[in-house]
């Protein structure tokens, strides 16, 4: 087993990220090993700093085969911020969502917006996803 740890919305990025929008898409945690999510459909996928970098597994927040379907399913959006620092030149959220997150790019901003909208301001993530 391994240890959830507590991470503000606004500032997860890579596994973590990708990790916190499975959840709140639905996916199911594998009780045995928290780095792997089971989708709706039963089939079980992992979610890992080296997938995430490698690209490999679940990993919405940077591959937009996975996280264009995200903004399609929720009607969401995400649009570029000029002005602002390149970590938040992007705002983000599904619809409905009343406030909208920032990130560096607008699939990190929707996927944020996302799971502050599903999750909350905080949520908890398997420990080893954090790098």
Do not use: N
């Not at 090993?33 to 039963?42: Q, Y």
């Not at 992007?90 to 607008?106: D, F, H, L, N, R």
């Amino acid at each position: 087993m391994t240890d959830l740890i507590e991470v503000k919305t606004a500032r997860l990025i890579g596994a973590p990220l990708d990790w916190a929008v499975a959840i709140a898409a639905g996916f199911t945690m594998d009780p045995d090993c928290r780095t792997t999510v089971w989708h709706r459909d039963g089939i079980p996928t992992s979610i890992s700093i080296r997938g995430a970098a490698e690209g490999f597994g679940y990993r919405p927040s940077t591959y937009w085969a996975q996280g264009g379907q995200l903004i399609d399913r929720h009607r969401g959006s995400a649009q570029h911020c000029p002005g602002l620092a390149d970590d938040i030149c992007y705002s983000g959220g599904p619809e409905g969502a009343g406030v909208w997150c920032y990130g560096p790019t607008a699939l990190v901003a929707f996927c944020r917006g996302f799971v502050h909208y599903k999750l909350g301001d905080t949520v908890q993530v398997p420990k080893e996803l954090i790098s």
